[in-house]
């Protein structure tokens, strides 16, 4: 920490700093208040190679560097003034930063990664206190730096220019924000704080440009006292504190202050001899064994410690620490000299301070003798007994080897010669060991130390542990089969069973033994067949020879027999069931199913199936599947299902049956939907037709449903229930077999030919152009008429009609012609109009030659003469009515061409009389 205390008049020389113009020469900076740095004004522009961002031009460019030391965000004001107080002009000041960088980064330099995308983001922001703002070119001499979620420990590059180029300075104050910069980045006279061991120097220097006067003071703990008598630029240094110096010219002073801590050496203890030393047994009488030279750390370091011991074969290496002559193996290592060695330990701490001991390694023969072997056989056991691992009990071997020598020694068991002779990953439980890592066999070395001076008495390989190979207990196939007749036992084909389990083992070498679910011992042998319940056997598989003390290795195994239940499947009668709807051509029907399942067996636990007969799995009429439970009614087809019953525990326990479906087909015949009946034609005879069998009985009822008659055709002579509009009579087809039955309708209506009578025709005559002919329906029967008429000269021409009048018509002779649409035959009917001839033109043609009426053959009138006029009034002809009519002569001369009257009287058939008169045309020719 530098504490500066200044005169105005040697600012400059005491607490202004340096700027530097390349990216490479970059000033630390921070926001550190009372520190200012100088601009540049020298006219230089800025490097290329760097992406300036918002910078326009970069003149009288100042580098710097910061470091964040506490994170978070940091909201700055940068300032460049003509006065290094700032009470001067202000600059026009611009900067651009980029980061954040890691210490690495930045230590490997980072001017040549100075890019768009590591520019801290924002610019040109007045009065920023609120978000990021890496880069500004605006004219004022006040600029906001802010930097958002910051990290302690990264640092960022920040260019300052100059625009006006005056001289000036920079300084940069931390406006708020919970992140700081680290000004401990900035230089100090004295360096940093220093760490040294006891028994070092070191030299601190003050000097200082200007300064004639130094004075040094210590705080050891109770502030800070002056060393007397040391007035020079440097002090010598031994012992802890924090020591200052305060450099001075006689009018301005500059302190400086450093901490000095000094840490000791590590502490030992003295060796049990003179020299720290290591003993091992000769393990092979040629004076060289391997040494675990950590042994030793525990004497040199009564205790646990974080020391480190580092291993050397020369003490000029072991003070110097000279990398690379380092013992490398100090777990195993080899006495380079016969039956002794020396080497040396270098113990440093965690200060980086440190010792040297010397440590003598002693190479005795050992006093056990090789002859010495004790051999031990387990059979394999654990979770895995095929890998070769058992649990030993060798702890007898200690007393025998205790009984050896006469002094008390500690006997010690390892897993190798290399772990016995550096007496690493000792056996502890030598009553319950595995031997882990070494299967089959294992050699386990033994260790004898005397108990006076932890001397080695002897080592070597005097334990084998040997693991016997248990037997193959092969599980055999579990035998599962269907109760025959549902005893509960069943004859098992056991002739695999012994060759499943030896599997290539021979007799010779195993026994097998059976044993019953109850305990009942079987034998040697499984008999064959073998009747049994379901039962699981125990089979015991034990070798024949062993040296195993606790008796022969063996495994055992189970064999299960299992007499599954056998499904019930009864055969199930479903009655045949006639076609419910005769009209859809499917033949099908709704069978109850109410019972079927039912009817299979009353089982549990037994799984139901349904098939149809190409073996899909069974679906109703709608194609949904159907499983158990059967639904209560079916619609289906004739069919034969399969029902299948299995025991769910063994598929291979199943009772398959089939289930008839009939669909008894009904009577196929035809009949007539429709059909006349007619009131003239009687008896009338319906019939069934097509019939499919002869042996079907009909039923025939009328439309009052009575029960009219019982053979295939119906005869008809009562048409009292029989309407115009028609009744539907029905007829009942059954088949004697199947009691299946048809019904099929038939609609009757009754007709007749028509009955006309002269009160049933209407006319209107001698009214051409309006004669006409209506005929009165009410009364012409029951038929449905259709009308058409023959004029006496037109026979040909005649056409029906469903209108009951005729209009427009001529006068004279007619034939009504009156049809049943309904085929019950027609009727003619002759009638006449009376009319009379517009003209005569009396020239012996033979045509229109005379005047008189037509139609004179009507019964419906009297007619009275008639009389002819001229023009004048003139009575010029009197005719019979009935004779051969007027022939345009008057008194036997001709009379000429003109127009004529008449007048006659008509009387009808009830004596109303009525007066006709008209005119007509005389015309010569």
């Not at 010690?412 to 060991?433: G, M, W």
Request: proline share 4%; charged share 20%; hydrophobic share 35%.
């Amino acid at each position: 920490m530098r504490n500066l205390i200044f005169n105005l008049i040697f600012l400059i020389s005491f607490s202004t700093y340096s700027q530097g113009i390349l990216c490479s020469d970059a000033e630390p900076f921070c926001t550190i208040t009372g520190v200012e740095f100088s601009n540049t004004s020298n006219g230089s522009s800025a490097e290329l190679g760097p992406d300036y961002g918002c910078l326009v031009s970069e003149p009288n460019p100042t580098w710097f560097y910061l470091k964040i030391e506490n994170s978070g965000d940091l909201f700055m004001l940068i300032e460049q003034n003509t006065s290094s107080d700032f009470t001067g002009s202000g600059l026009d000041v611009d900067f651009i930063a980029w980061g954040p960088y890691t210490e690495a980064e930045f230590l490997s330099g980072v001017c040549n990664d100075l890019t768009s995308s590591n520019i801290v983001p924002g610019s040109d922001i007045i009065n920023n206190t609120f978000s990021s703002q890496g880069c500004s070119y605006s004219g004022s001499d006040v600029e906001n730096f802010n930097i958002i979620g910051a990290n302690s420990g990264e640092y960022y590059m920040l260019l300052i220019t100059n625009f006006n180029g005056s001289p000036g300075f920079i300084r940069m104050t931390q406006l708020s924000g919970d992140g700081s910069t680290d000004c401990s980045i900035l230089e100090s006279t004295l360096g940093p704080d220093q760490e040294a061991c006891v028994g070092d120097v070191i030299i601190l220097d003050g000097t200082t440009d200007g300064a004639t006067d130094y004075r040094w003071f210590v705080d050891t703990g109770s502030g800070f006292n002056e060393i007397l008598g040391e007035t020079g630029p440097t002090l010598e240094v031994t012992i802890s504190g924090d020591y200052q110096v305060e450099a001075s010219d006689g009018t301005i002073s500059d302190t400086d202050i450093v901490n000095i801590i000094f840490h000791d050496l590590p502490v030992i203890t003295q060796p049990l001899n003179p020299v720290y030393t290591l003993e091992q047994c000769d393990d092979d009488f040629d004076g060289f064994n391997s040494f675990n030279l950590t042994e030793v750390e525990e004497e040199i370091i009564n205790g646990v410690t974080s020391d480190v011991f580092t291993y050397y074969e020369t003490e000029l290496a072991a003070e110097n620490g000279i990398s690379g002559t380092e013992i490398v193996d100090i777990i195993s290592y080899v006495n380079e000299t016969p039956n002794s060695d020396q080497i040396w330990i270098r113990i440093q701490n965690q200060y980086m301070c440190y010792i040297t001991v010397q440590l003598n390694l002693i190479v005795k023969p050992s006093e056990i003798p090789n002859s010495f072997l004790r051999t031990f056989s387990q059979c394999d056991d654990g979770v895995d007994n095929r890998d070769g691992i058992s649990t030993f009990d060798f702890s007898s071997v200690t007393a025998e080897i205790q009984a050896m020598f006469p002094t008390p020694v500690d006997v010690f068991y390892y897993r190798n010669q290399v772990d016995a002779t550096n007496e690493l990953n000792e056996i502890t439980d030598i009553s319950n060991y595995q031997n882990i890592d070494y299967p089959n066999m294992q050699e386990i070395w033994v260790r004898a130390d005397s108990q006076l001076g932890n001397d080695c008495l002897g080592n070597g390989h005097h334990v084998t542990l040997i693991v016997e190979e248990l037997p193959v207990a092969n599980k055999p196939t579990d035998i599962i089969m269907c109760d025959d007749d549902q005893d509960g036992i069943f004859s098992f084909d056991t002739s695999m069973v012994e060759q499943e389990i030896l599997n290539g083992q021979s007799l010779q070498d195993v026994t097998i033994t059976y044993t019953n679910e109850d305990g009942s011992l079987i034998g040697n042998t499984l008999p064959n067949p073998f009747n049994s319940i379901s039962q699981t056997i125990d089979i015991l598989v034990t070798n024949n020879n062993t040296n195993d003390i606790d008796g022969p290795c063996e495994e055992s195994t189970t064999l299960t027999f299992v007499v599954d239940d056998l499904p019930i499947n009864n055969t199930v009668i479903i009655p045949s069931t006639c076609d419910f709807d005769p009209n859809d051509g499917l033949a099908i029907t709704e069978f109850d199913t109410s019972i079927l399942e039912s009817s299979i067996g009353a089982q549990s636990g037994m799984e139901i199936s349904y098939f149809d007969s190409v073996g899909n799995q069974l679906t109703d009429y709608n194609g949904d599947l159907i499983s158990s439970p059967f639904p209560d009614t079916f619609v289906s087809q004739t069919q034969t299902i399969t029902v299948v019953v299995t025991n769910p525990i063994n598929q291979d326990c199943e009772v398959v049956n089939t289930i008839d479906f009939i669909v008894n087909e009904l009577p196929e015949f035809d009949l007539e939907i429709a059909d006349i009946v007619c009131e003239n034609i009687l008896p009338h005879e319906i019939s069934v037709e097509n019939p499919e069998s002869a042996d079907y009985i009909y039923e025939w009822y009328n439309s009052n449903n009575e029960l009219i008659a019982n053979q295939q055709t119906l005869v008809i002579n009562d048409l009292s229930d029989i309407t115009v509009q028609g009744v539907n009579y029905t007829v009942i087809a059954i088949n004697p077999i199947t009691n299946c039955e048809k019904t099929k309708n038939i609609n009757l209506k009754r007709s007749s030919i028509a009955n006309v009578t002269d009160d049933d025709v209407v006319t209107v005559e001698f009214n051409r152009p309006n004669n006409s002919i209506e005929i009165i329906t009410q009364n012409l029967g029951s038929g449905n008429y259709e009308f058409a008429l023959e004029h006496e000269f037109d026979l040909d021409n005649r056409f029906y009609q469903q209108e009951p009048i005729f209009e427009g018509l001529l006068g004279g002779a007619y034939t009504l012609l009156i049809n049943d649409l309904n085929g019950c035959g027609n009727i003619r009917y002759d009638l006449f109009l009376l009319d009379y001839p517009k003209f005569l033109t009396p020239n012996n043609d033979g045509i229109n030659d005379t005047w008189q009426l037509i139609g004179l053959k009507s019964s419906k009138f009297t007619i009275s003469p008639i009389q002819i006029f001229d023009r004048f009034g003139k009575i010029v002809a009197r005719l019979d009515p009935y004779g051969k009519g007027w022939d345009g002569y008057y008194n036997g001369a001709m009379l000429p061409s003109t127009d004529y009257w008449f007048v006659l009287q008509l009387t009808n058939e009830i004596g109303e009389t009525e007066t006709f008169q008209g005119n007509f045309s005389l015309i010569r020719r």
